[in-house]
């Protein structure tokens, strides 16, 4: 059964730094790519940043030059450090594997920024 649990969340003051984790079980996921989208209270699930196979990072405007993704394939784990946060950041942030047309889909962690 494939799983993806996030830890890392928390509060945070304005202009400090998270790190947020994502453990896999189940798949190896070095041939995937790899997602960390965040959904506010009333807003619609976002897109934050995406990792390739091969290491390729995109991220959405929004957090471009604060926020890195990262991949260890040997420990099968996904990351995003998040630095300069903003209180525009406080989500609950999901990370998803693209295993299928679907994904698959961690429980969330909330990150909450205090200003």
């Known amino acids: 059964q494939v799983q993806l649990v996030e830890s890392g969340g928390g509060v945070v003051q304005a202009g400090g730094s998270l790190g947020l984790s994502c453990a896999a079980s189940?798949?190896?996921?070095?041939?995937?790519?790899m997602d960390w989208y965040r959904q506010a209270p009333g807003k619609q699930r976002e897109l934050v940043a995406t990792i390739s196979s091969g290491g390729s990072t995109n991220y959405a405007d929004s957090v471009k030059g604060r926020f890195t993704i990262s991949r260890d394939n040997a420990k099968n784990a996904v990351y995003l450090q998040m630095n300069s946060l903003k209180p525009e950041d406080t989500a609950v942030y999901y990370c998803?594997?693209?295993?299928?047309?679907?994904?698959?889909w961690g429980q969330g962690t909330q990150v909450t920024v205090s200003s």
């Open positions: 998803r594997g693209r295993f299928s047309l679907r994904g698959s």
């Open positions: 189940g798949i190896r996921i070095s041939f995937y790519y």
